[in-house]
């Protein structure tokens, strides 16, 4: 039985004072202890606020990019070691946001995962077709092919240590939403992809929906058998909106 993953994604949002009420709300609503993992993406800025507000907390925190470099030369960029020095959890990395705006391929996003690895983070690998991949039928390949560019560089027991999420282009941040069904049918191929590679990773690998998750719909998205929970944009801001998926998760 995999443990379910609710993620906020919080983007290039916030500000101290709205995180401070964000986190605030989270920690007392959720206490002690939560059916299910949690986790909130903070712009980088606010990974020290995290980690003064969520420290002994249920809820674990993350950032949403990292540079595929350890250190050195690279103005602007941020090590994953920086990142566990301020004591993330996790990274998203191959974000469809950073795949289109900063042309980040396949390969890159491969490297970013190994470094995310070396660093001690659980990467977010995110993977999704547009609107226009998924008309021609071509959904399994491009979401393949993203995938294949990472397992291919991982040993077996760094294949245990990923996240994958499943985001469609097309749903992100637009209300539009994959049916359980279409969500379902990727993450399974999703899943033979690790099961190719590793039966124990395909059957442990938690396996994210994003794409316009909202607490209307996550139920029963999260009742498929292949989604091991959410990677959530815009309800990732407001407590009640995240706490009611983080329930639906449960
Ligand atoms: C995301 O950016 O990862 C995302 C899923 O956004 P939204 O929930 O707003 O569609």
Known sequence: MRRKLVAGNWKMNGNL????TLLNELVAALGTSAACDVAVCAP????????????GSVVAWGAQDLSAHESGAYTGE???AML??????????????????????????AQKTLQALHSGLVPIVCVGETLAQREAGQTE??????????????????????????????????GKTATPQMAQDVHASLRGLLAARDADAAATTAIL???????????ELMAMPDIDGGLIGGAALKSADFLAIINAAS
């Open 44 to 55: 980088a800025p606010y990974l020290s606020q995290c980690q003064q507000q969520l420290a």
């Open 141 to 174: 390949q491009i979401v393949g092919e993203q995938l294949g560019a990472v397992l291919v560089l991982l040993e077996p027991a760094q294949l245990k240590r990923i996240v994958v999420a499943y985001e469609p282009v097309w749903a992100i941040g637009t």
């Open 209 to 219: 929906y994003g794409g316009s998750m909202k607490p209307d719909n996550a139920r």
């Open 78 to 80: 941020v090590a994953g």
């Open 17 to 20: 004072a709205a995180n401070s």
């Open 84 to 109: 566990a020095d301020f004591g993330c959890k996790y990274v998203i990395v191959g974000h469809s946001e950073r795949r289109a705006y900063h042309a980040e391929s396949n390969a890159l996003v």
